[in-house]
């Protein structure tokens, strides 16, 4: 990866925070080639908000349609039994602990909401 690539790490479950700032920001990102790559990371509680919400997910299915690279927390999706859903929508589910400290070592910026 290079500088300029962007890694977003969504871990929260209010659904305002989500459309209203990380969603609207990431398709922005990329449609307005402020970032050439972003990767969108689901974990924690935002992986049940994600399989709750049909909006959040047409959005997601926009993210991938617009080659944002989305992946999710495979533990956490796990703990809210939704791995196989989010899979369903086009989410790569994996373990995230090491590719997250990758990002982190690499010359990426990485945000979190």
């Not at 990102?29 to 990767?39: L, S, V």
């Not at 809210?80 to 859903?85: A, C, K, Q, R, T």
């Given at each position: 990866?290079?500088?300029d690539?962007?890694?977003i790490v969504w871990t929260s479950g209010d659904i305002e925070v989500a459309q209203n700032?990380?969603?609207m920001y990431?398709?922005?990102a990329k449609k307005n080639q402020w970032w050439k790559n972003i990767k969108f990371i689901i974990w924690g509680l935002s992986s049940?908000?994600?399989s709750e919400s049909k909006q959040l997910q047409e959005q997601i299915k926009e993210f991938i349609n617009h080659d944002i690279?989305?992946?999710a927390c495979k533990a956490c999706a796990d703990r809210y039994d939704v791995s196989e859903y989010l899979a369903s929508l086009g989410?790569?589910?994996k373990y995230m602990g090491e590719a997250l400290t990758d990002?982190?070592?690499s010359n990426n910026k990485v945000i979190t909401f």
């Amino acid at each position: 990866m290079d500088n300029d690539t962007l890694v977003i790490v969504w871990t929260s479950g209010d659904i305002e925070v989500a459309q209203n700032m990380v969603f609207m920001y990431t398709l922005n990102a990329k449609k307005n080639q402020w970032w050439k790559n972003i990767k969108f990371i689901i974990w924690g509680l935002s992986s049940k908000l994600l399989s709750e919400s049909k909006q959040l997910q047409e959005q997601i299915k926009e993210f991938i349609n617009h080659d944002i690279t989305v992946e999710a927390c495979k533990a956490c999706a796990d703990r809210y039994d939704v791995s196989e859903y989010l899979a369903s929508l086009g989410v790569e589910v994996k373990y995230m602990g090491e590719a997250l400290t990758d990002y982190l070592k690499s010359n990426n910026k990485v945000i979190t909401f």
